[in-house]
């Protein structure tokens, strides 16, 4: 009964945003372009109807568009590509008028008027790179473009998917408070390519093929979801009329290093890069058909601080795109990319054997094609099919027969890995929207946009003890061991969302955005045959965008959204049958395995059928300013609450109070030791505070933020970007997934035993109070391009740990309230200096790069658990590092 009500909500919604398209007399950006608007005036300020308009530039296959103002004096082009532009206004009488150097960012409407001037004589005005740097009609808020310029010049990993990094707010890939595996959406052209298991970067697609990247957090209209941090959405290069091209190679010795430690128990980390690539873009048949191709072979090796190896990485990589309009009111885009991910010392650092780390194979393919039909120029229509296939394999690097060693005492894992890994995805999206813009609709303007999106992903999950057994040693003796044959679970995510939006234009100051997005999640497992996983969100947006002084130059907005998690198979696998059982066993000195305790998993798990899907309300409110050409300034701040989160709960285990003493300080606590360890059963649910008994409290996580950041955009031979966030991140249930008092999606062990909930309330691990960044290009005299970039970064909270044994095995719980300890500041300096060589219209440049230039050796993890290495450091910040490079555009 509840399935037909489902279905017919989501059939009725489609049918609304049908029903509205036809009735309205029938445009908005999308995730792939902008929009360039305005109004054509006379030297009083009144508007002129059917002024021609005609907008030039190179990425505009099939040439030069025109639109004839409206009786309004407006004027529209819609759906353009990311690029440079040329606006002309023409009328009979009046001077023609011109803008040039109009720079058109992703996602982005400018609002550009026109002052036509009477005259008897042909004459011409033209304005050069009058082109806005504030959106005055969009919502979004605290959001960062990483233009072509910035990507080419800053120096960095050159690691597509840490892009993110360079944005305010945002430090190891968790943004704005999120959760560390699945807070970012990493999305291709609009379409998300991350993990369908856990929501982790999947498709590493060649960073030298990205035009820009758009980092998305605050005031996102409805066609956007599918996260809870931000959305890193990278837009591909494509052809033009005229061939172009680029070969570049970046070398990083590994001895190109300093040392930042003394410490013989931390050797610096050293870095060792080989990246060479090369590319073509051009025409097959101009205005017509275009081409962009790329070929990439890049190589890491690192060496981790305390390990004697490098952990050595080859990726080459290959893409391929074309743009083709077979006709005046269609555009069609399709790209192949192909990469490799293999390495070998995985899991390396200081507390790790070489032997006991597991090699890496993971090959994978994406694609995706496209397709936009313009009715007119109010309405246009944009299709899209993409997706990726591949595998992601971790094997043992002793092989399958050798059993792996962990240390209590000295944290060491050694003789083999402890497991193996074996991952299959494949994922693929369809989309489809209908944009509309009406000019004379109730009052004043509106953007309408209807979408629908169908995804369906696949898992396939390997994963086991080497040889079934993991010892557990304490200092080199025989202790314990952990029996696990592992499982292998199998998932198929399908996901319907629609959405219906609005972007009101009241008059010439106030916008108003409001728009809904349903999603229907559906979670199957193929060996039981059976759909478990069924939940389903609507989620409201509302804001506006008010232009202060009606000049486009300043914005204040404000905006309240509900934003649903990705859908990851991670929430519901465990119900899969296929798992074996867990056993405890006691290792007597002549190697004699005794079983203690046996968790039996097979069929262990239920999953409450009224589990609904994570969530996040977001409020944004800012101030965006025009100081002077080119440049802006803004401030925003940023309120979140997570909610609904998922896990799992032991509903059948019993547990009594004890006490333990500290050896280390000699204070007791009270913990939980199990009275029927081996007979817990689970519940995939939302845990609620008093609908269990083992549930103690209901698990939230809260960010407060406040961004302050000024954008100049490159132009007069320098940019510059520079951004402070003062924010907090706390909760009960962790943004980290680092051993037992970590979240994973859906995967904790917060509520499989209360010692885990002890001391929950604090400073969440990724809670960095104070973020400042700069970044900045500068062409000096003899064509020297410097390109720094500084970042100062709070330390990650820690909470120290006491790991005790109990019925149940071996427990780690919080001694102080979580995020009791803070790791230094983080202060990184990174420079390049690149000479140039203009030979006609081509540029040869010589770089060289030199990375962390003050040598800070800052830890960025330490050891929690109680005993003689209690926040000792395990990995340190990169050393100073030099890299050199060559590159040629032609």
């Known amino acids: 009964m509840k ?14 945003g049908l029903l509205l398209f036809l009735v309205i007399p029938l445009a908005a950006q999308s995730k792939e372009s902008g929009v360039i608007q305005g109004k054509v005036i006379d030297e009083e300020g009144r508007p002129i109807p059917g002024v021609a308009v005609i907008i030039k530039g190179n990425k505009l296959i099939g040439g030069p568009q025109t639109t004839f103002t409206t009786k309004r004096g407006h004027y529209r082009f819609p759906a353009l590509p990311v690029g440079v532009y040329q606006i002309e206004a023409r009328l009979s009488g009046f001077a023609p008028a011109k803008i040039k150097g109009i720079r058109l960012h992703v996602g982005k409407t400018l609002t550009i008027d026109l002052k036509l001037k009477l005259s008897k004589m042909r004459e011409e005005v033209t304005v050069v790179g009058k082109s806005p740097t504030v959106d005055v009609t969009d919502t979004t808020s605290a959001s960062t473009i990483l233009t072509s310029e910035i990507l080419k010049n800053i120096p960095n990993s050159e690691f597509t998917t840490q892009l993110v990094n360079l944005a305010p707010g945002v430090v190891d890939n968790v943004a704005f408070g999120g959760a560390q595996s699945s807070s970012v959406s990493y999305q291709i052209d609009g379409v998300d390519v991350s993990d369908p298991e856990g929501g982790t970067a999947w498709v590493f697609i060649d960073y030298n093929v990205i035009e820009e990247a758009n980092v998305l957090t605050g005031g996102l209209n409805a066609e956007y979801g599918g996260f809870t941090g931000a959305i890193l959405n990278t837009i591909t290069k494509s052809g033009g009329n005229n061939f172009n ?29 080989f990246d060479l690539n090369g590319y073509l873009g051009g025409p097959v048949v101009r205005d017509r058909l275009w081409f962009f191709t790329g070929l990439q072979y890049y190589r890491t090796k690192r060496y981790p601080a305390g390990f004697p190896k490098a952990v050595d990485y080859k990726q080459p990589r290959s893409f391929l ?8 009111k269609d555009r069609v885009q399709s790209f192949l990319e192909y990469d490799l991910y293999n390495g070998v010392n995985r899991g390396a650092d200081a507390y790790t054997d070489p032997e006991a780390t597991v090699t890496q194979k993971s090959p994978e393919i994406s694609y995706s094609i496209g397709w936009m039909h313009t009715f007119n120029s109010d309405t246009y229509l944009d299709a899209k099919v993409a997706g990726y296939s591949g595998y992601y394999y971790l094997n043992p690097s002793q092989g399958y027969d050798i059993a792996g060693h962990y240390d209590l005492y000295t944290e060491r894992y050694s003789v083999n890995s402890p497991y193996y890994f074996k991952a299959d995805r494949y994922r693929s999206q369809a989309n489809i929207a209908l944009s509309h813009h009406s000019d004379e609709f109730i009052k004043g303007s509106h953007d309408f946009k209807f979408g629908a999106e169908y995804e369906r992903s696949y898992t396939r999950n390997r994963y086991g003890y080497t040889t079934g057994i993991t010892y557990v040693d304490y200092n080199g003796e025989p202790y314990l061991a952990y029996g696990y044959e592992g499982y292998d679970v199998e998932g198929i995510n399908n996901r319907y969302s629609a959405y219906a939006q609005d972007s009101w234009s009241v008059n010439d100051k106030l916008t108003v955005n409001y728009g809904v997005r349903y999603n229907l999640y559906r979670g199957y497992l193929p060996h039981i045959k059976k759909t478990v996983y069924k939940s389903h969100g609507i989620a409201p947006r509302i804001g506006f965008a008010y232009d ?22 991670a929430y519901y696998y465990n119900l899969d049958p296929t798992r074996s059982d867990f056993i405890l066993y006691s290792v007597a000195p002549n190697g004699n395995l005794t079983e203690l305790v046996r968790w039996p998993y097979k069929n262990a798990y239920t999953i409450d059928n009224k589990i609904r899907h994570p969530n996040m309300d977001q409020f944004v409110v800012s101030l965006e300013r025009e100081i002077f050409k080119d440049t802006s300034i803004g401030v925003t701040f940023i309120w979140r609450n997570n909610k609904d989160i998922i896990d799992r709960v032991n509903y059948t285990g019993v547990f009594n109070t004890t006490t333990v003493v500290d050896p280390y300080t000699g204070q007791t606590y009270t913990v939980y030791n199990e009275v029927n360890p081996g007979g817990d059963k689970y519940i995939i649910t939302n845990p609620e505070k008093g609908k269990y008994p083992i549930v103690s409290f209901t698990p939230y996580r809260k960010y407060r933020g406040i961004e302050f950041m000024f954008n100049k955009r490159f132009s007069n031979k320098w940019q510059l970007m520079v951004s402070y966030v003062y924010s907090r991140t706390t909760g009960n249930y962790n943004n980290n997934f680092w051993g037992g008092t970590g979240s994973n999606v859906g995967q904790s062990r917060v509520f499989m035993d209360p010692n885990y909930q002890i001391n929950a309330e604090g400073h969440l691990t990724y809670d960095p109070t104070h973020m400042l960044k700069i970044s900045g290009t500068f062409i000096l005299p003899f064509d020297i391009s410097f390109s720094p ?3 100062l970064v709070s330390g990650f909270t820690y909470t120290r740990l006491l790991r005790v044994r109990l019925n149940q095995g071996m427990v780690s719980f919080m001694t102080e309230p979580r995020g009791s300890r803070r790791l230094d500041t983080r202060k990184t300096l990174n420079l390049r200096f690149e000479k140039m060589f203009f030979l006609d219209r081509r540029r040869l440049g010589l770089i060289l790069d030199v990375f962390n230039v003050f040598n800070e050796g800052t830890p960025t993890r330490v050891i929690a658990i109680a005993g003689p290495e209690f926040a000792q450091p395990t990995r340190l910040v990169m050393p100073r590092g030099f890299r050199a ?6």
């Open 548 to 569: 202060v002084f009606g000049d486009h130059s300043t914005a204040f907005k404000a905006h309240y959204g509900k934003y649903y998690e990705g859908f990851f198979s």
């Open 885 to 890: 490079g060559v590159r040629f555009f032609f």
């Open 789 to 791: 970039y500084f970042e």
């Open 3 to 16: 399935t037909n009500l489902t279905k017919k909500l989501l059939v009725g919604f489609l049918g609304i």
């Open 321 to 328: 795109k074309f743009t083709w309009q077979p006709g005046e």
């Open 245 to 273: 091209g680029h070969l570049e190679f970046l070398y990083q010795g590994s001895s190109w290093n300093n040392k930042n430690s003394s410490d013989p128990n931390l050797q610096s980390p050293k870095q060792g890069y």
